[in-house]
């Protein structure tokens, strides 16, 4: 597999822009700082009856470092753990870096879920570790790392799933090991850090093998005039530009979920994409996608 140069760290005018970043009145700055609740129903074709009202929280791309410090992390639990999820799931890029990934896995104070908290690789994170090394600081925080692998729940008396295949840019994801897993599991929910997996895990099955795909990594752009950004950090932004960039998308009988995260990465800048972390809960429609 062909791997990626690794990702952009915070440039030196980044830095300098944060020391700025709370003064009044510079709002892109100032944005890129907040963090914004987002708390919304997903109605799913086919979901099974007992699974409606499920309660998923989802948060990616904290980059814990120089642009997100360890009181800004700490009040990211506060918030994560009073979502009263049934589960949580964290999207991938904890730190800028893989030295200030294990330091977020090392700060990061207690998460708690009903069912569970997962967490995934991604791009950032693995610069300088495996993910098997990533999966045993997770694991050290009784988080259960989604990396290459399923694992079923049961909810309502109704089994599902949570599944993630390993970071598409500088890990080595098995869709087709993930896609036998997910085969026999009525309703699975699939947790790439990037939108850029979806490409592959279509061509894994005959069928989607996930209901509802999470993903983060594009930041929503952390520019975007009128639901546009100039550049999304995606591998295929080229081909698809925008439409993976943010928000839910349809296609394929799928629902897709792409946060904006809670961080930034080289510049500490944002217009058009708030910092976000979510509650998505589960309800039943009679519409196919």
């Known amino acids: 597999m062909t791997k990626r140069k690794p990702p952009r760290k915070p440039s030196r005018l980044g830095i300098l822009l944060y020391r700025f970043s709370a003064i009044p009145g510079l709002y892109p700055l100032n944005l890129a700082r ?22 998923v929280g989802y948060a990616s791309d904290i980059h814990y470092g120089h642009y997100l410090d360890r009181a800004r992390l700490e009040d990211l639990a506060e918030k994560l753990n009073a979502l009263d999820a049934d589960i949580l799931i964290l999207g ?16 990061v104070p207690d998460l708690r879920a009903r069912l569970g908290v997962f967490a995934v690789p991604g791009n950032h994170d693995l610069t300088g570790i495996s993910a098997a090394q990533l999966g045993k600081a997770m694991r050290r925080r009784s988080v259960t790392p989604l990396i290459n692998s399923l694992v079923p729940l049961r909810y309502g008396g109704c089994r599902f799933a949570v599944c993630a295949t390993d970071d598409s840019h500088m890990g080595y994801p098995e869709y087709a090991r ?35 795909a999470l993903c983060g990594h594009t930041h929503g752009g952390q520019i975007a005039l009128f639901g546009i950004a100039p550049r999304v950090s995606s ?18 009988g799928t629902a897709i979920f792409i946060s904006n995260g809670v961080g930034a990465s080289w510049l500490p800048v944002r217009l058009g994409a708030p910092p976000q972390y979510h509650l998505l809960t589960l309800k039943a429609t009679e519409e196919k996608a």
């Open 92 to 107: 991938g890029d904890y730190g800028e870096d893989s030295q200030t990934a294990l330091a977020f896995w090392r700060d």
């Open 34 to 55: 907040r963090l914004y609740p987002d708390e919304r129903e997903i109605a799913l074709p086919g979901l099974p009856a007992a699974l409606c009202g499920l309660r």
């Open 235 to 252: 591998r295929y932004g080229w081909r698809y530009g925008n439409r993976y960039r943010s928000g839910l998308i349809r296609e394929k």
């Open 178 to 212: 993930v896609a036998r897993l997910a085969a026999a599991e009525p309703f699975v929910i699939y947790a790439p850090h990037s939108p850029d997996a979806l490409a592959e895990a279509y061509r894994a099955s005959p069928e989607p093998f996930f209901d509802l």
